[in-house]
């Protein structure tokens, strides 16, 4: 029989097109409820805490691509430096020097995402629009540290048209600042939670970041 998992993950992917990535959102679940997801056939987690991702990762298997997705303090990017997959959220220069400080100790490129803030609510981190060139003449410095694309979040808010000219602000940007970088390695663009994933596919998302609608309610 099929675990309530199992089908929540074959319904979603059912419902992507093939380019879009699904990255379960694991945060806060115990490691039998990720391991249903992985016997899904799910590689692809995302997890917000350091340690509880340092715990997880110690005890699940080791073809899981781990994402992280909260935010982080600098001082915390070591932890994860060895085994991290891509850190969603970067969003300050200081987080950008220590993850090439990390790459460089383990001689190795860590995998980021610049988050650029588009919505309403001014507790979402990011850089503004304003910020983004300095950010990338930053980036070209840092010799262990790889960019792959952008991430944002929308308002938390049942306005779907405001939700999607957030999203098409950030697909915007995405695609200014792709096209000063390599087209191979930058290209992911990570917006989409279980409430709006499908506006933002239709905008363009090519990484949707999905927890309660696979796992239940936290
Ligand atoms: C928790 C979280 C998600 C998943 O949220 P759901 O609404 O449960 O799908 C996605 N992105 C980030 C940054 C999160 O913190």
């Not at 991702?53 to 298997?61: E, G, I, S």
């Not at 309403?120 to 840092?142: A, C, D, I």
Request: hydrophobic share 40%.
């Amino acid at each position: 029989m099929q675990s309530r998992i199992e089908e929540n993950i074959f319904h979603l992917r059912s419902e992507l097109p093939p380019h879009v990535e699904l990255i379960a959102v694991s945060k806060t679940k115990p490691v039998p409820m990720l391991m249903e997801a992985y016997e899904a056939g799910q590689r692809h987690f995302g997890e917000n805490y350091v340690q509880e991702l340092c715990d997880k990762q110690a005890q699940l298997p080791a073809d899981i691509q781990w994402h992280f997705i909260g935010p982080l303090q600098s001082n915390k990017v070591k932890y994860i430096a060895p085994f991290v997959h891509l850190i969603h959220g970067v969003a300050s220069i200081s987080t950008l020097r220590e993850m090439n400080k990390q790459g460089q100790k383990l001689n190795k490129k860590i995998g980021g995402l610049i988050q650029i803030h588009v919505a309403q609510e001014e507790t979402k981190s990011g850089f503004e629009s304003h910020e983004l060139s300095n950010v990338m003449e930053e980036v070209k410095n840092l010799e262990y540290v790889q960019i792959r694309g952008v991430m944002a979040m929308a308002s938390f808010t049942e306005n779907e048209v405001q939700v999607r000219s957030e999203f098409r602000k950030a697909y915007a940007l995405f695609s200014q600042i792709k096209e000063t970088q390599d087209g191979h390695i930058f290209n992911v663009l990570s917006m989409g939670m279980s409430g709006d994933w499908k506006i933002a596919v239709e905008e363009g998302s090519t990484h949707i970041r999905v927890g309660s609608s696979i796992f239940g309610i936290r």
